[in-house]
C-alpha cells in the first residue's frame, strides 16, 4: 500500500485561514478511498476548536534543535474521516490566537519543518512520498537531503511539493537560516536557498523535492512568465518538465446543498425552491431588505490584493446604482474593509459588510446569493467559484489561473456555460460582465439552465485525486 505523509501549516476542520486548508481537508479522504494510507501532519495551533482537540491524543514526544536551543516536540494524534492527523505540539510556537502574521513566523515554521522529520522516526511511520505544501513545509525536503538522507530509515522517500499560492515565500535573512536549521555554507548559494540576499524556504521546496505540482494547469503554465512568477519563473522554467497542475476539488461531503446542516434550508438542482428562502432569510439576518427577486452578489474572500478589490473599489458606485445587493464577508487588508464598511452607510440597504472569519455564514452567502464575484489579478485554483456553482449561484470571474480552468463562460448563442468571464485587469471590463450578468437574471429560464449546468458540473476530488496517484506511483523507482 502507497504510504503518503502530507506536511501543511493548515488543515480543515482542524485550523484553517483559505484555500490550502480545504485542500488538506478533503484531498487525503479522496486519496484513501483509493487506497493509499495518507496521513498528514500540521502544527497544533491553540485555535483548534475545542471540541475537536478532545479527540487529539498525545502520542509521544522528542526534543528538536534549533541553533543552540533544544525544543519540546509533542506528537498528537486524531482521526479526521479515517485519516490520521498528526499534531506538532510546542506551546511556545503554537499557542497563539493566530496561525500566522507573528514576527518569528519564520521560526516557527522552521522548527515545525524539523519537526516533521524528526517524527518520522518516532512515529514509525515512514512514507513512500512526503508531500510537502507550501513555504511553510518548504524547507521539508532540503532538510532531507541535508540531514536524514544518509540514515536507513530516511534513504527511499520521495518528496512532491505543492505550490498553493507562490506569492508566500518565506524568505528571511540568511543568519537567521543559519541559526534555524545550522546548515553549511554550500546551501546558500544563488543556486540553492539563497534569494536576492536572503534565503527562501519555498525556494527549497521547489529545488529538492522531485516532483512539483500547482493546483491548475494554467497557474502552473502562468508562474513560468515574469507577471505571475513572483521571481521564480526562471527556476520554474528550469523545473518545467517536473512541474504539473492540478486542479483541486472541492469536498462535496461539507458543501451539498441537499444536505448542508449549515443553511436555512436545504435544496437541489431539481427542486430549486429552497434557494430563494436562503436567500430571503440571509437577508433578513443581515439587516438588508427582504427581496427574493432583488439580485444579490456575494463575496467571500480574503481582502487582499491578489482578489482583485481594487476593481471593485473603482466601479463600486456603478455597481450599486443597479437594484442589487452586495454581501461581502472576508478579513484583511484595512483599505479594504473599510472599503466596504463604508459602503454600508454610502449605500444604505444595499451593502453588508461582514468583516470576519465565518464559515456559517460562508455557507448561507454560497447558497443564498444568485452571483459570486472573484476578479482575481491571479488566482492558482480559487475554491470559492466551484463551492459557488454547487450552490447554484453563478460565478463572475477574471480569466487567470484555476478560474480560467473551472468556469466555463456563458454563450449567448449556444446557451452554454456555467459562469461570467472576462479577460484583461480592468475595472469597467468587469462591470460591463456584471451589467451582463445582471441583465440575464431577468430572463429566468436562461437563469435556470445555466444554475443547472452550474449544479451538474464535477468538482468533486475524484479526477484530481487520481492524478496524484498516478504522480505519486511514477516516484517509485525512488521508493521501491
Ligand atoms: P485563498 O486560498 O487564496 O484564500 P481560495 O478560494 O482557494 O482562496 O479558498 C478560500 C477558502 O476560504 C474558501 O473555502 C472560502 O469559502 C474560505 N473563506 C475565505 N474567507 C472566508 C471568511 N471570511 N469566512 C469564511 N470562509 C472564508
Keep these: ?100 502574521g507573528y514576527g518569528d513566523d519564520g521560526e516557527r515554521f522552521a522548527f515545525f519543518c524539523q519537526a516533521v522529520l524528526a517524527a518520522l522516526h518516532q512515529l514509525d511511520f515512514i512514507p513512500d512520498v512526503l508531500h510537502c505544501h507550501d513555504w511553510q513545509a518548504g524547507m521539508i525536503p532540503v532538510l532531507l537531503e541535508a540531514k536524514y538522507r544518509c540514515q536507513e530509515p530516511y534513504h527511499n522517500i520521495a518528496t512532491m511539493f505543492s505550490i498553493h499560492n507562490l506569492k508566500y515565500q518565506g524568505v528571511y535573512g540568511m543568519n537567521h537560516f543559519n541559526d534555524w536549521f545550522s546548515l553549511g555554507e554550500e546551501f546558500f548559494t544563488p543556486d540553492k536557498l539563497e534569494f536576492y540576499g536572503g534565503a527562501s524556504f519555498l525556494k527549497g521546496g521547489l529545488l529538492y ?27 520554474l522554467r528550469a523545473r518545467q518538465n517536473s512541474l504539473h497542475g492540478i486542479v483541486n476539488g472541492i469536498d ?4 451539498n446543498p441537499e ?34 427577486e432583488l439580485p444579490m452578489i456575494g463575496l467571500i474572500s480574503r481582502l487582499v490584493d491578489q482578489k482583485g478589490l481594487d476593481l471593485i473599489a473603482h466601479v463600486l458606485g456603478d455597481i450599486l446604482r443597479y437594484p442589487v445587493q452586495l454581501v461581502v464577508l472576508g478579513s484583511g487588508s484595512e483599505k479594504y474593509e473599510r472599503l466596504f464598511q463604508d459602503a454600508v452607510n454610502q449605500y444604505p440597504g444595499k ?24 476578479p482575481s489579478l491571479f488566482e492558482p485554483c480559487g475554491l ?40 484583461n485587469y480592468n475595472a469597467h471590463e468587469m462591470l460591463f460582465t ?29 479526477v484530481s485525486a487520481c492524478r496524484y496517484m498516478d504522480l505519486y506511483q511514477s516516484l517509485h523507482h525512488y521508493f521501491q
Excluded at 493546483?215 to 512568477?229: H, K, L, T
Excluded at 459557488?388 to 480560467?404: A, D, K, Q
Aim: proline fraction near 3%; charged fraction near 20%.
Design 384 to 423: 470559492g467559484q466551484m463551492i459557488s456553482m454547487r450552490y447554484g449561484t453563478l460565478p463572475i470571474v477574471r480569466e487567470t489561473g484555476g478560474l480560467l480552468d473551472t468556469v466555463n463562460a456563458y454563450n449567448e448563442y449556444t446557451g452554454e456555460g456555467n459562469g461570467f468571464r472576462f479577460h
Design 209 to 235: 523535492s522531485h516532483i512539483l505540482t500547482t493546483v491548475s494547469q494554467s497557474y502552473a503554465n502562468e508562474i513560468q512568465n515574469s507577471f505571475y512568477g513572483e521571481q521564480m519563473d526562471g527556476l
Design 1 to 100: 500500500m502507497l504510504k503518503i505523509l502530507m506536511a501543511a501549516s493548515e488543515a480543515s476542520p482542524y485550523a484553517k485561514t483559505g484555500g490550502l486548508a480545504d485542500v488538506l481537508g478533503s484531498l487525503p479522504a479522496a486519496l484513501l478511498k483509493q487506497g493509499a494510507d495518507v496521513r498528514v501532519i500540521m502544527p497544533k495551533y491553540s485555535s483548534i476548536p475545542s471540541e475537536l482537540k478532545e479527540g487529539i491524543h498525545h502520542r509521544c514526544y522528542s526534543y528538536v534543535r534549533m541553533g543552540w536551543r533544544n525544543q519540546y516536540c509533542g506528537i498528537e494524534e486524531a482521526e479526521y474521516r479515517g485519516v490520521t492527523y498528526y499534531f506538532i505540539d510546542n506551546q511556545y510556537y503554537f499557542n497563539r490566537d493566530n496561525l500566522y
Design 259 to 292: 444536505t448542508d446542516p449549515l443553511l436555512y434550508c436545504t435544496f437541489s438542482k431539481d427542486n430549486m425552491d429552497g434557494k430563494k428562502e436562503n436567500k430571503i432569510n440571509l437577508q433578513r439576518d443581515l439587516q438588508l431588505p427582504v427581496d427574493g
Design 351 to 374: 451593502v453588508s459588510a461582514n468583516i470576519r472569519f465565518d464559515n456559517t455564514l460562508a455557507h448561507r452567502i454560497y447558497a443564498g446569493a444568485d452571483l459570486f464575484l472573484m
Design 434 to 462: 456584471i451589467e451582463r450578468a445582471l441583465h440575464l437574471y431577468q430572463n429566468k429560464e436562461v437563469w435556470s439552465k445555466l444554475q443547472y449546468a452550474a449544479m451538474s458540473s464535477d468538482y468533486s476530488w475524484q
Design 252 to 255: 462535496y461531503e461539507e458543501f
